[in-house]
Antibody
Framework: QVQLQESGPGLVKPSQTLSLTCIVS??????????WSWIRQHPGKGLEWIGYIYYSGSTYYNPSLKSRVTISVDTSKNQFSLKLNSVTAADTAVYFCARHGKTAIVTFDYWGQGALVTVSS | DIQMTQSPSSLSASVGDRVTITCRASQSINFYLNWYQQKPGKAPKLLIYAASNLQSGVPSRFSGSGSGTDFSLTISSLQPEDFAAYYC?????????FGQGTKLELK
């Protein structure tokens, strides 16, 4: 059973960089066909997909955030990370990491429990 | 981006009721539509994939239908554990997008 766990600071100052890591256990992050995404949820709101990474390092980002986002992978540690720079209060959200395949039907079948990140001075 | 619009935004119902939530895409997405359930403080859980396929372990009272732009999620007989938020999600476009959610509340 694959498990994902987000970690990182819960409070980030405006204009700084938000950094989160997702540790994958119960399976290899390098398994062929598995993709690893970050998704966020603003308080009381819906879900916004941020981007994904493949174990090879290939990435794809939501164009709405692309200029500020970097997703990286460390296969030796079985984890992947999110960096979002120049944050504002609008980036306050619960950040989830999730696994999906890359068939025509992309389903997020395993999720972390979520990490609340507040942007405030 | 493909916009996903759910209705209603909230719904009050009783245990045993049959409820239907709808999701409309801003363009045709064929059958590339999934449904998730989210309880407070938890991550979403996949219920239905490819519009009408029940994810393993999900009770058969959940069902999905639709194709193109119009989709629906039906719960045939509400159970106490079904009161939660529900989201649709499209994967027709690589910029995956979700509906704004439907909050199902106990009447």
């Amino acid at each position: 059973q694959v498990q994902l766990q987000e970690s990182g600071p819960g409070l980030v100052k405006p204009s700084q960089t938000l950094s989160l890591t997702c540790i994958v256990s119960g399976g290899s992050i390098s398994r062929s066909g598995d993709y690893w995404s970050w998704i966020r949820q603003h308080p009381g709101k819906g879900l916004e997909w941020i981007g994904y990474i493949y174990y090879s390092g290939s990435t794809y980002y939501n164009p709405s955030l692309k200029s500020r986002v970097t997703i990286s992978v460390d296969t030796s540690k079985n984890q992947f990370s999110l960096k979002l720079n120049s944050v504002t209060a609008a980036d306050t959200a619960v950040y989830f990491c999730a696994r999906h395949g890359k068939t025509a039907i992309v389903t997020f079948d395993y999720w972390g429990q979520g990490a609340l990140v507040t942007v405030s001075s | 981006d493909i916009q996903m619009t759910q209705s209603p935004s909230s719904l009050s119902a009783s245990v045993g009721d049959r409820v239907t939530i709808t999701c409309r895409a801003s363009q045709s997405i064929n059958f590339y539509l999934n449904w998730y359930q989210q309880k407070p403080g938890k991550a979403p859980k996949l219920l239905i994939y490819a519009a009408s396929n029940l994810q393993s372990g999900v009770p058969s009272r959940f069902s999905g239908s639709g194709s193109g732009t119009d989709f629906s999620l039906t719960i045939s007989s509400l159970q106490p554990e079904d009161f939660a938020a529900y989201y649709c999600q499209q994967s027709y476009s690589t910029v995956y997008t979700f509906g704004q959610g439907t909050k199902l509340e106990l009447k």
